[in-house]
């Protein structure tokens, strides 16, 4: 079993930046590739970036790639989202997600275990 948080969460300006950050309660998190998705309002959701289980390997969504980085401290069981120059249509629910000795899938059906999300709006 696995239990995801995520936090850092929150309202910024366009062109902004937050830290996201997601910890599990895993034994053993190092083999579990991890994810992160959102959804706003009304759509479906969908896939940000990913890590493999062993860090060396990232992976992002077209519409992020360059402003979002995903990493990994697997002695914290921590995965981290940079996101910089944020625009309005980054805002949405950000959710965490881990995948049994995952290489970093951008299909959340692959995904065994999800955080509860966090809340993430930019304001133009």
């Known amino acids: 079993q696995v239990h995801l948080v995520e936090s850092g969460g929150g309202t910024v300006q366009a062109g902004g930046s937050l830290r996201l950050s997601c910890t599990a309660s895993?034994?053993?998190?190092?083999?579990?590739?991890m994810g992160w998705f959102r959804q706003a309002p009304g759509k479906k959701r969908e896939f940000v970036a990913a890590?493999?289980?062993?860090?060396?390997?990232?992976y992002y969504a077209d519409s992020v790639r360059g402003r979002f980085t995903i990493s990994r401290d697997n002695d914290k069981q921590m995965t981290t989202l940079q996101m910089n120059n944020l625009g309005p249509e980054d805002t949405a629910v950000y959710l965490c997600?881990?995948?049994?000795?995952?290489?970093?899938?951008?299909?959340?059906?692959?995904?065994?275990?999800w955080g509860q999300g966090t809340q993430v709006t930019v304001s133009s």
């Open positions: 997600a881990a995948d049994w000795l995952g290489y970093g899938s951008a299909a959340p059906g692959t995904y065994d275990y």
């Open positions: 895993a034994t053993n998190f190092n083999s579990y590739g």
């Open positions: 890590i493999n289980w062993g860090g060396s390997n990232t």
